[in-house]
């Protein structure tokens, strides 16, 4: 079963009329550009005219058969008595088989073209060797491979502008794609910011607000209140600091701005107030070998993780120590270790939804360290347990091995 070609583009349907046209114009007032010598053509100029334009409505679509076709008529043409759009005709099918047709077709017709000018040149000067019989070869290349050549010139000018086009989308998705990952982590990073900030002023005000429902003690809920308030206005002072930071844009001023180790004592002081009356003891072991100033990211996240920490000892620990270890060998990592007891049985104080940990593994990742946060306690031991959380932040300086 023969396939189903699909039907003629529009323009090849007004090329094929226009020649055909033009054609019969031609037949009728008898322009004919090769006539046998004493002959009169008569009609038969019109059935390679007729062959020519139908080829011409597959110029897109029956490629190379259509050329092999479109050759074969050009040549009876020459023989019958040829009408110069014929000819024209035939030079549009050249050059659309280079256009449309396939990476095969291009590297036969080109060469072809070539050979078929330079037989014709050849036959002609050997068969009248005089100058003008060099005029075939000129006919010849202008038919053959003019139209070859021109087509190879607007097919690569055709692939060109494809791969750049391509290009010009995979940039656009790729441009799509690093703003889609860029929101992504600044949601991410303003989340993180956000928990951190203000997560722990809201544990300790919850804490406090229930324990001042259920005490009876007019001093103690006094106590609480107080504490509630100034927790408040601690949360409330960072929360602007965040906005304007977010609404001015200024990285410097953030950086600036971002919470180091040095304010370890307050943080510390803080979570102290919070918790007086709960039975925590807070104790600090900075066992780093210098005080200086490490990398802001690494200083932020190392503030950050002792943070969170303190907010999960007050929100799932019992009453006991909460140890604070920074440690800073010479040439780094830097380790910051946190560990509180617990009770496995209990439930927290306040309900919690585990963002806080993941919080602070992301805050590690980022910086390419070891995270491990989880209970210390021997398989059979006693309650309470320890509860450990553990950080390795690289400072930079580290030697490779």
């Not at 396939?3 to 349907?13: G, I, N, S």
């Not at 114009?25 to 006539?35: A, I």
């Not at 009609?43 to 409505?57: H, N, Q, Y």
């Amino acid at each position: 079963m023969l396939p189903v070609l699909p039907r003629p583009h529009r323009d090849d349907v007004l090329i094929s009329a226009g020649g055909l046209v033009t054609g019969l114009v031609l037949w009728n007032v008898g322009l004919f550009t090769n006539v046998p010598t004493g002959q009169d053509p008569g009609a038969l100029p019109l059935l390679p005219l007729v062959v020519m334009a139908g080829a011409e409505l597959l110029r897109r679509i029956a490629q190379p058969w259509v050329l092999v076709v479109a050759t074969a008529t050009a040549v009876a043409d020459q023989y019958i008595g040829s009408l110069i759009i014929t000819l024209l005709m035939f030079t549009d099918l050249v050059y659309a088989s280079v256009v449309y047709g396939s990476s095969r077709t291009v590297r036969q017709v080109i060469p072809a073209s070539i050979l078929v000018t330079v037989g014709l040149t050849a036959w002609a000067v050997f068969a009248v060797p005089k100058p003008d019989s060099l005029l075939v070869g000129v006919v010849a290349a202008l038919v053959c491979v003019a139209p070859a050549w021109t087509g190879l010139t607007i097919r690569q000018h055709r692939t060109t502008a494809t791969v750049e086009r391509l290009r010009a989308e995979q940039a656009r998705l790729q441009s799509a794609t690093d703003r889609q990952h860029a929101v992504e982590a600044e949601r991410t990073m303003m989340a993180r910011e956000l928990h951190d900030l203000v997560a722990n002023h809201l544990s300790a005000i919850a804490i406090h607000s229930t324990a001042a429902q259920s005490l009876n003690d007019a001093t103690a809920s006094m106590e609480a209140l107080r504490v509630i308030r100034i927790t408040s206005l601690q949360a409330l002072a960072e929360m602007r600091r965040m906005i304007m930071l977010l609404r001015s844009g200024d990285t410097k001023n953030e950086v600036a701005a971002a919470p180091t180790l040095a304010a370890l004592d307050t943080l510390v002081a803080r979570a102290r107030l919070g918790s007086a009356a709960s039975g925590f003891e807070f104790i600090v072991d900075d066992a780093r070998s210098t005080k200086e100033d490490l990398p802001a990211p690494v200083e932020l996240a190392a503030y950050r993780i002792v943070q969170e920490s303190l907010t999960n000892a007050m929100k799932h620990g019992c009453a006991g120590a909460v140890t604070i270890s920074l440690n800073l060998p010479a040439g780094g990592p830097l380790v910051v270790e946190v560990t509180n007891t617990y009770l496995a049985q209990r439930g927290a104080r306040i309900p919690g939804s585990r963002a806080g940990l993941v919080g602070m593994r992301e805050r590690v990742d980022l910086l390419g360290g070891e995270f491990e946060a989880g209970p210390l306690a021997e398989p059979g031991s006693a309650p309470p347990s320890m509860w450990r959380v553990r950080a390795t932040l690289p400072v930079g300086t580290e030697k490779s091995t």
